[in-house]
């Protein structure tokens, strides 16, 4: 029977791989973690995960809306094991959220009013135009970076957001960055957390640390994050400080819809709570949840394969992005790079971006990301994403764009 099933997945593997070489469209948009390292890398031990029918029903019941204990101590738990150990969290600081989507959203209600604004690095993720602003009706205000110091985070970009959004009165009530950067791939420097602290204490506001990649990135010690800060500062000003994350990318679980507010304020861990009743995870999924993360042998085996294998798949589409010419930002997270097509543009204009976007989608049926889509004040730089498909997929997306560059230098 094994060898049967061997046969037939290797028979339904080579049809696929027929089935990309036509023209059909490929799609690297997706910031979404399907390499199967969640059930293929690991020897996960299933019968611990075996429910009874008494469990089954007690969970069918009405829960504290605040979360499982069980599910928010192993989540704190997983939160500190991604960072190295070099941060603790209490389980009893951790908020339940139906994904960072809501989690961001949530924040966004609780710290900001309607015609507020936040501050936000670009280039950022294009979804936070929609979660921090449809509903809440708080503005963004960009923080502009450059490639000419790889997109760092400056004392100087910070002060003159802040001054724009002085210019037309709009008050600022806090900072939003990703970490590590999406769309850019990787990890803000420690330095350049220790500067925006001190930005956000100066003015008195809050800063929000999405860290829903914090797991994707290549090494642990690659990755700084504010908890680590805050508990260097022996807490001091922490209660302005507040950290997203969830599992949809570390593990590849976005259909689940687990996500989390982490705050050092008390107030914010108390309105979120309330709150949250509007975004609750089911019991069952949280029960399930703290089974997995509990068995600290699956955790750290999967986490040390994830990072290698998100790293193998990088070094291999900048590789072959870098045999043609393309450079890409030198990353060291996530699930995607941050590619340098400036070069083709006859313009350096948002126009002549978007038209060589649409050049390779219809040309050679890639579709990525424009850097405007992310904000990004630079024209010319896509983000590809690489954990989104099989290895297969992947070379023939590289195949293809190879042949596009090759006309393009012909």
Same mark, same amino acid.
């Given at each position: ?26 799609? =690297? ?8 390292? =969640? ?28 979360? =499982? ?7 704190? +738990?997983? /939160?500190?094991?991604?960072?190295? &150990? ?12 139906? &994904?960072?989507? !809501? ?9 900001? @009013?309607? &015609? ?33 110091? @790889? ?9 003159? !957001?802040?001054?724009? $959004? ?15 950067? *999406? ?88 309105? $979120? ?9 089911? +019991? ?8 997995? =993360? ?36 030198? &990353? *060291? ?8 097509? +400036? +070069? ?43 954990? *989104? ?7 023939? $997306? ?6 596009? /560059? ?5």
């Amino acid at each position: 029977m094994t060898i049967e099933i061997e046969r037939s997945s290797v028979v339904y593997q080579r049809s696929q791989y027929q089935k990309l070489t036509a023209r059909n469209h490929l799609t =690297l948009l997706a910031g979404e973690h399907t390499m199967k390292t =969640l059930m293929t890398s690991c020897v996960i031990p299933l019968e611990s995960y075996r429910w009874d029918l008494q469990k089954i029903r007690e969970n069918a019941l009405f829960q504290d809306y605040h979360g =499982l204990q069980a599910f928010r101590t192993a989540m704190a +738990s997983f /939160m500190e094991q991604i960072r190295g &150990g070099r941060a603790k969290f209490d389980p009893d600081r951790v908020v339940i959220t139906a &994904g960072a989507t !809501a989690a961001n959203e949530l924040l966004t209600f609780i710290l900001a @009013d309607p &015609g507020d604004a936040l501050l936000i690095p670009t280039p950022y993720y294009p979804g936070f135009d929609r979660d921090l602003r449809w509903r809440t009706g708080v503005n963004i205000v960009s923080v502009h970076c450059d490639s000419s110091n @790889d997109f760092d985070i400056t004392p100087q970009a910070l002060e003159a !957001a802040y001054r724009e $959004a002085e210019s037309k009165n709009v008050k600022v009530r806090g900072m939003l960055v990703t970490n590590p950067s *999406n769309p850019l791939g990787i990890t803000i420097k420690r330095s350049t957390l220790e500067d925006i602290l001190d930005f956000v204490t100066r003015k008195n506001i809050h800063l929000v640390s999405d860290e829903i990649f914090s797991g994707s990135a290549f090494s642990s010690e690659d990755f700084v994050s504010v908890a680590e800060i805050v508990e260097a500062r022996n807490f001091e000003d922490s209660e302005r400080v507040h950290i997203v994350y969830s599992l949809s990318k570390d593990l590849g679980l976005p259909g689940f819809r687990v996500g989390t507010v982490y705050s050092y304020n008390d107030k914010v861990v108390i309105t $979120a709570r309330r709150m949250s009743s509007f975004t609750l995870i089911s +019991s069952q999924t949280q029960h399930l949840l703290a089974l997995m =993360l509990s068995d600290k042998r699956f955790t750290e085996n999967y986490i040390k394969t994830n990072r290698q294998r998100l790293k193998k798949r990088y070094q291999m589409i900048v590789d072959g992005l870098k045999s043609v010419g393309i450079e890409c930002l030198r &990353g *060291n997270a996530g699930l995607f790079c941050w590619m340098n097509l +400036s +070069s083709l543009l006859e313009k350096p204009t948002k126009e002549q971006e978007l038209a060589l976007w649409k050049l390779i989608l219809h040309e050679v049926k890639i579709n990525i990301s424009p850097g405007s889509s992310c904000h990004c004040s630079e024209p010319g730089w896509f983000r590809v994403c690489f954990a *989104n498909m099989s290895e297969q997929t992947l070379k023939v $997306a590289l195949r293809r764009i190879h042949e596009f /560059m090759e006309r393009r230098t012909a």
